[in-house]
Every structure is written in structure tokens, then in C-alpha cells.
């Protein structure tokens, strides 16, 4: 008769099922669709070059292959906040992901990094971003979303290559974004580091 597993090693199993069923991927990482991160990109008429690229990971899991695209490179979090001219964020899947779960992440992330008062005053950029990926149940595996800011005009989400809707917010609310990713308490260092051209991808 076979010894049932110990508490720790059960418990263990449990959460990694628990959260393969959260990300809706039971199994093994599924194969990502022919999408690719470019060498270059362009916003608002700006030509922007890769600056770096890298794999989220969250409890072990592949999450999604994110690239930052900027018009000149910097290497600090605090530099990158300060570079003035339009950016672009772009991000692969890499599993399938809740569209609801995925826009509160973000916004978590923001929360973070910011003081309230920010938050506050980007309540309604916020609750678009949320809206924009809770109006789709998945992401699905090889699916792509960008968020593109252009100073003046806000921020423009995107899922597979089509925008979302008008511009929102203004520059303030975009370095809140960014700071999910750059910010004092980032989501992912690993990350940070590879997109600054710091670290491995």
C-alpha cells in the first residue's frame, strides 16, 4: 500500500495544480503561435529601437515574453522614468492567461509603485486597462498585447495588433505602467534587468 504524501510535498502538488488551473494550463507549456518580437518599432511616427526583451515568470511558470521599445537606451529604472519621447511595450503569451486576472496583475503592480494619490487621480485610465483584458476570457498562447505611449495623447492598448479603443491617460499614468516593470517594488527584477539590457532574457 502506498505511504500518502507528506503534508508539505501535498500541499506543494495542490498549489502548482491550483495555479496551472488559474493560468488554464493543466499540462506541460502549450507551443506559442508565430509571433515574434521585432528589431524595431514605431509610434506615433517615432522610430523606436528594441531595448530589450525577456520571460516573466510567475510561481515557475511562463507567463508572457515582453519587449521594451524605446529611441535610445538607458540603463538605470530611474533614467528610463525620466526618458522623455514615446515608448512601446509589447508582450507575448506564452500560456493561456485570464484576461480578468491578468488586468488586475497589472494593476497591482501599479498600486505597488505609486501613492495613493496617483492612483486616485488614474482611476479612470486604470479601470480601462482592466476593462480592455476582461473583455477577453483567455490570452491565449502566442497571442500578443502592446501598450504604446505617445506624450500628449496617453496611452493606446492593443491586442493582436488592434488598438483598443482611443488613447487614455496622461504622461504620469504611463510611468505608472511602467512601473510595474521599473518601479521601487517590480513585479519581476529578473525582468527589469533583461529589459534594461542588464541581464539574460
Known sequence: MPHPARPAVAARRALLVTLGLAFGVPGALRPAAAA?????AT???T???LHGRGLRTRFGFRVYEMALYT???VTTPEALLALP?????????QRELPGTELGRLFLRGMSDNATPQQMNRHTLASTRLIDVFSG???MMPGETFAM???????TTFYIQGQAQGAPVGDDEFFRLVLGIWFGKDPVDSGLRDALLGRGRD
Do not use: M, N, T
Open 43 to 45: 509610434v506615433g511616427g
Open 148 to 154: 504604446d505611449f505617445e506624450p500628449g495623447k496617453g
Open 136 to 138: 477577453r476570457a483567455k
Open 85 to 93: 519621447g514615446p515608448k512601446r511595450l509589447f508582450f507575448i503569451a
Open 71 to 73: 529611441a535610445q537606451k
Open 36 to 40: 515574434s518580437i521585432e528589431p524595431a
Open 47 to 49: 522610430a523606436l529601437l
